[in-house]
Structures are given as structure tokens and as C-alpha cells.
């Protein structure tokens, strides 16, 4: 369904809302939004959104749990008592073998954490309507601007980077920040610790890890689940958007990089909003992932230390430019999304008078 001009919708000035249907009407109130959907869109889910973000939470802390358990059982069958030695030091000598036990649990943690609970609580929701679908057909120049769309944008998040490292809280919270500080170290070097092996059956891992399962598994929950979730019960699809990005980026507790991973996450939902494939975002999770992995093994394989190419903040000047020229390309994303579905309606209605 195309934008109405009829003043029935609410309007964005940067992203307006491409739908004119009844459930995002601002004089409707939240019950009152769901209820209207239930019943003139039969496809929507039975249950309240309240109720599927709680079986969201349950399916979630359950795979963790259970997937969390299996990891820790597969790497003690491949390092036996070894194991239990790095248990023991708390990974503080993150040689090969513990590197190696890190990869394996977390993968099956990210496995339990994210895909798991994902596809089964859309499983659960299928009888009227899935969270979201696993189609992977869409415009090709969709894809195409995804692409486009992060190598672009990516000067202006750089730059984000650097404003968030800057951060200084007030001196009545100094002891909040040291702690910040001392638990973004303690990430840093366990995250650079495996983006430095210089094997290519490390790359690999890390490349299928950080780069496909993270991407699948964080964009099926957050925009997938979360976000929709939060669209059905708020009604606010750009709230919506944004709170789930707050979240997603929270939920790395990497404090000095919240703002750069929640405006991925901000760019994520939109994808996904607008051009309704869950692969759209996916791409350009992955590719944001991927880019990094990729770097960190070419600069290990020469010898030079991660942050060679460290982002200056005086070079904002390219952050501009890439900050404009990336909106201008997520407009012309949001119109070929729009004239897709459009033309997409017009067939249907056309099949239907035949």
C-alpha cells in the first residue's frame, strides 16, 4: 500500500511512514490500534504483542541456557581437561586452544541467544501471520543499495566511533566511567585477541561467527522480532525503530561504541521497515561485520596493529559528505521499496478483478 496524501498518516520529515493503514492512526489509541488490526488484517498474529514479546524473552533465556550448556559440553569433547584449565584462569592466557573454546562457545551462544529463539517464536506466530519471512526475493537494486549504502555511510560512523571514545561523564559519576572503561578494555581484548589470529582457518571462523551468524541471528531477534513486536504494540513504526536499535546496541555492553552500533541498528531497521526482507538488513549487518574482519586479518598478516587506520576526528568534513550523500541514497532506497509494493498491490488488485 503506497503513502496516502489524503492527511490520514502521520508524517516524518526524514523517513515518512509508507502505509496510510489504520492500526498507526495517532487518534487511535494503543488497545484500541490492535484490535482494528485483528480485525481487518486476518493475516496479523492472534496473540497481543505483550504476550509474543514475552514468549520473545522466555524463548530466548531458555536457548541461552540450553545452547550455552552444549558449547561448554562440545569444547570439553574437543579439549577435554584442557578445558577446565581455561575455565579456570578466566581466559586471561587467550592462546590457541583458548581462543579456539572461546569461537566454539560462542557460536553455540549465538546459535541458543538469537536464531534459535528467532525461527521458533516465529514458528509460534505462523498461525495467522510470521514475524517475518525467510523470502529472499526482492529488487535486486534493493540489495544493490544496501551494499552501497554501508561504504558510504561508513566515514560517518567511523566518526561516530571517535565521538563516542570522547565520552565524558561528570565527575559525580567518575567511578561509573572508570568501570565502563575498565569492562570496554576487557571486551577489547578478548574481541582483538580473535581478530588477530593470522590462520586462515581462523579467518574463517571468525568470518562465519562475527560475520554470518552474528548478522542472521541479531538481525532475526532484533528486527525480525523486537522491532516488529514493537511496531504491533506501539503503533510508531519509527519508535519502534529506534528503541530496538537503543537495545540492540545495549545488549553488547560496549559503552564507547554505543552510539556508532546503535545507528547501524537505526539503518537496520529502516532496510528492513521499508524494503520488508529480512536479507536486506542481514546484508548490510554482514557487511559491516565482514569489513571489519576482513582489515583485522590484513593488517595482522602484515604485521601492523588493528587500529593502523584509526579514524581522526578532525576529517568530520568526509562525514558529512558521507552522512548526506548516505541519506540521499536511503531515500532512493525507501522510493524503489515504495513503488515495489505499489505496483505489487496494483497486480494483486488486477488478479483479483479477473
Known amino acids: 500500500m503506497g503513502a496516502s496524501n489524503n492527511g490520514n498518516s502521520p508524517k516524518s520529515i526524514l523517513f515518512p511512514i509508507l502505509t496510510d493503514i489504520a492500526y498507526i492512526h495517532p487518534k487511535i489509541n494503543n488497545w484500541q490500534k490492535y484490535k482494528i488490526l485483528n480485525a481487518t488484517a486476518h493475516n496479523r498474529p492472534d496473540n497481543h504483542p505483550s504476550i509474543t514479546f514475552l514468549y520473545l524473552l522466555l524463548t530466548v533465556f531458555i536457548g541461552a541456557f540450553v545452547f550455552g550448556f552444549i558449547g561448554l559440553g562440545v569444547g570439553l569433547l574437543v579439549y ?40 521458533l517464536l516465529n514458528r509460534i506466530e505462523r498461525r495467522r501471520k510470521p514475524l517475518f519471512n525467510l523470502q529472499v526475493k526482492a529488487d535486486w537494486r534493493l540489495y544493490a543499495l544496501v551494499v552501497l549504502l554501508m561504504f558510504v555511510y561508513a566515514p560517518f560512523f567511523e566518526w561516530t566511533i571517535v565521538l563516542n571514545e570522547q565520552l565524558k561523564l561528570p ?13 570496554e578494555d576487557q571486551t577489547g581484548v578478548i574481541t582483538n585477541a580473535l581478530l588477530s589470529r593470522p590462520s586462515i582457518g581462523a579467518f574463517i571462523t571468525n568470518l562465519f561467527m562475527v560475520g554470518i551468524l552474528a548478522a542472521v541471528g541479531e538481525e532475526f531477534i532484533f528486527r525480525g522480532c523486537l ?3 514493537l511496531i504491533n504494540w506501539l503503533g510508531k513504526p519509527h519508535l519502534a525503530i529506534w528503541l530496538t536499535a537503543i537495545v540492540f546496541s545495549a545488549i553488547h555492553i ?32 554482514f557487511i559491516n561485520n ?19 587506520w584509526e579514524y581522526k576526528s578532525e576529517e568530520w568534513p568526509m562525514a558529512v559528505a558521507s552522512v548526506v550523500l548516505g541519506t540521499i541514497l ?21 488478479n483479483n478483478l479477473r
Open 80 to 119: 577435554g581437561g584442557y578445558a577446565f584449565q581455561i575455565f579456570a584462569s578466566g581466559f586471561s592466557d587467550l592462546n590457541e586452544k583458548a581462543l579456539n573454546l572461546l569461537s566454539i562457545i560462542q557460536i553455540f551462544s549465538a546459535l541458543g541467544t538469537f536464531v534459535i529463539p528467532a525461527l
Open 171 to 183: 565527575d559525580a559519576l567518575h567511578g561509573v566511567e572508570q568501570w565502563m572503561r575498565a569492562k
Open 227 to 229: 522491532q516488529q513486536i
Open 254 to 285: 560496549q559503552f564507547f561504541g554505543f552510539l556508532p552500533r546503535m545507528l547501524i541498528g537505526a539503518l537496520c531497521g529502516y532496510l528492513y521497515f521499508y524494503g520488508r526482507r529480512i536479507w536486506l538488513p542481514i546484508l548490510a549487518h
Open 290 to 308: 565482514a569489513t571489519a574482519i576482513v582489515i583485522a586479518f590484513y593488517l595482522t598478516r602484515q604485521g601492523k596493529p588493528l587500529d593502523y
Open 330 to 350: 536511503l531515500l532512493l532506497y525507501r522510493s524503489i521499496a515504495h513503488n515495489r509494493k505499489t505496483n505489487g498491490n496494483a497486480g494483486i488488485e488486477q
